[in-house]
């Protein structure tokens, strides 16, 4: 299967910042997409960002403006740059890919990570 090793979650202060990365290692044929999702106590897990292969992105309405998603393909990496945080934002964030292993022939999986700590507070 695929790994997906998240980092950069932390505590910080509203209208902070952090910086999520996601790194996705194995027998990988395509990616479809990279995305982050979160889920915060009491509620069901969200998109919060995607990006395509082709580089389009989308955003949900509560982070535009102040959250971007990025890649580095040649790491197969995704990024979530997250500005002016709010305590709402407070959640675990949960990388993921959409994509096609070797092993797996023309079946396209989602596969997620394991989840990192947001914490927003004063």
């Known amino acids: 299967q695929v790994q997906l090793v998240e980092s950069g979650g932390g505590l910080v202060q509203p209208g902070g910042s952090l910086r999520l990365s996601c790194a996705a290692s194995?027998?990988?044929?395509?990616?479809?997409?990279m995305g982050w999702y979160r889920q915060a106590p009491g509620k069901q897990r969200e998109l919060v960002a995607d990006i395509n292969s082709g580089g389009r992105t989308n955003y949900a309405d509560s982070v535009k403006g102040r959250f971007t998603i990025s890649r580095d393909d040649a790491k197969n990496t995704v990024y979530l740059q997250m500005n002016s945080l709010k305590p709402e934002d407070t959640a675990v964030y949960y990388c993921?890919?959409?994509?096609?292993?070797?092993?797996?022939?023309?079946?396209?999986?989602?596969?997620w990570g394991q989840g990192t700590q947001v914490t927003v507070s004063s």
């Open positions: 194995g027998r990988i044929f395509s990616i479809n997409a």
């Open positions: 993921n890919l959409r994509g096609k292993l070797v092993s797996m022939g023309s079946r396209i999986n989602d596969y």
